[in-house]
């Protein structure tokens, strides 16, 4: 093999190195770490942060890729080794327009944000969090700068999780989403009685919760020999390797949906980290359970509802870079839009605004791709029944390693190595379209609302 290319695997392996040990931070300072280690942690994450950074820039990395071009051209495309350096270069080239001071108070800034967001919430007071919202979206502002020219604001920051898509791109599919949501949503209302979700709420211990979602989430391939399934604020996952996934949840006593579908989420996202190649590391609630029901809680809100919350932070966030919203605002801005699009009075900041951990998190960019993936999910689907088309009966017997293995076979196991269009032209033979998601959901709410 190429002696450069033994190279940049080496170099690579030292920054997904440090990158995992810092993402280790942020899983044990959501899960594990005392209150009082915070100000401590905020220091560790930005000296990670720098250390990465550097090593991610240096002029040593960029003459190695560019030494690489040749080696690179002469591969195929979709080869391991030809896609590494593609997207090392990618990376490369976006990370040396961002100044190492800059990544690092970012940094520090999310992480010092973290632990105040959760006392805000608690509390339901955004005036306690707002100096450190206002602190991101100023740092946010800055990074952004760093990629002049855009033609939207937006655009650096939906780069980070949506490789290559563009604001307008995604602006134009919700449009097309809300379009055919809205209607739905409001027949759905007009026989709101025929569903009753009254089986899931009541008394259900945490600890018993924690053995019926263990049990399930088991039956996808969680392992507790590489897994882990921890209680948090707000539910998120991460991997220090394909064979370290963390996912949490959290339990609500009397509702059992949240930690259900909360933790089926996350092993959604731990299958993806856990099929990625090896080669490039280093039920009788049916009816009650698809409920549709505006509510204030986004990642307890049924299938149908759940993309107006996402759209409505979708426009926020837009509105926020752009100026165009007073961030001391943002609570009014969000609860008018929750009346206008879910037609729900928000009762208080913390099921509201605050709700969410992605704004201290610095994720802005991050919320549309909750709705790209619902929508992509749909097309993804069609394909898999063509060939599995046995997948329901498997399911009733709660058998789901067929759709695991051919999700890793034909979409997990290629990890980075392309971008999500060419992702989905692989996948499902062209581009993203929100026609398979919404006759998913008029076929199914159809039937359980009788709505033709």
């Not at 350096?85 to 970012?106: C, F, G, H, N, W």
């Not at 006593?253 to 092993?267: M, P, Q, R």
């Not at 067929?402 to 992702?423: C, I």
Request: glycine share 6%; charged share 30%.
């Amino acid at each position: 093999m190429e002696p450069k290319f033994l190279e940049l695997k080496t170099r690579l392996a030292e920054m997904h190195d440090l990158n995992k040990t810092a993402a280790l931070l942020s899983w044990d300072q959501q899960t594990h770490m005392p209150p009082k280690g915070s100000a401590v942690r905020a220091e560790q994450r930005s000296t990670l942060s720098r250390l990465i950074h550097d090593k991610s820039t240096s002029d040593e990395l960029g003459r190695l890729l560019d030494d690489l071009r040749p080696y690179e051209e002469s591969l195929p495309y979709d080869s391991d080794e030809a896609s590494l350096i593609r997207v090392a270069r990618s990376d490369y080239e976006k990370a040396r327009r961002v100044p190492t001071d800059l990544q690092a108070e970012m940094t520090r800034a999310r992480a010092l944000a973290m632990d105040v967001w959760v006392e805000a919430r608690k509390k339901s007071d955004y005036a306690l969090f707002l100096p450190h919202l206002e602190k991101i979206i100023e740092l946010k502002h800055r990074y952004v700068e760093c990629f002049a020219p855009f033609e939207d604001t937006y655009d650096p920051l939906l780069d980070d999780f949506e490789r290559g898509m563009k604001t307008a791109q995604v602006k134009a599919v919700f449009d097309d989403l809300k379009h055919d949501l809205v209607p739905l949503i409001a027949a759905i209302a007009e026989r709101a009685d025929a569903v009753s979700e009254a089986c899931l709420h009541g008394h259900f211990p945490a600890e018993k919760q924690r053995e019926c979602v263990s049990g399930i989430v088991s039956r996808f391939g969680f392992n507790p020999d590489s897994w882990r399934l921890d209680p948090t604020t707000h539910p998120f996952a991460t991997s220090m390797a394909t064979t370290d996934i963390r996912i949490t949840t959290r339990y609500n006593e009397s509702f059992v949906n949240a930690a259900l579908f909360g933790t089926l989420h996350e092993c959604g996202h731990g299958l993806y980290e856990n099929g990625v190649s090896p080669s490039l590391e280093r039920t009788p609630f049916y009816r009650a359970i698809n409920k549709v029901q505006p509510s204030f809680i986004r990642v307890e809100a049924d299938e149908a509802t759940y993309n107006l919350h996402i759209i409505l932070r979708f426009e926020l966030e837009q509105e926020m870079m752009q100026g165009k919203l007073a961030l001391r605002g943002a609570p009014e801005a969000w609860n008018a839009r929750m009346k206008q699009y879910l037609g729900v009075d928000v009762l208080d900041d913390a099921r509201g605004v605050l709700q969410d951990v992605h704004w201290s998190d610095g994720l802005l960019g991050y919320f549309p791709t909750y709705s790209l993936g619902n929508i992509i999910a749909a097309q993804i689907w069609e394909k898999a029944l063509e060939a599995l088309p046995n997948l329901y009966e498997q399911f009733e017997r709660g058998e789901f390693t067929a759709l695991r293995e051919w999700l890793r076979q034909n979409l997990h196991r290629h990890g980075r190595k392309f971008t999500p269009v060419e992702t989905l032209e692989r996948v499902v033979g062209g581009p993203i379209k929100v026609g398979p998601y919404v006759r998913y959901l008029q076929s199914k709410l159809g039937e359980i609302y009788g709505i033709k």
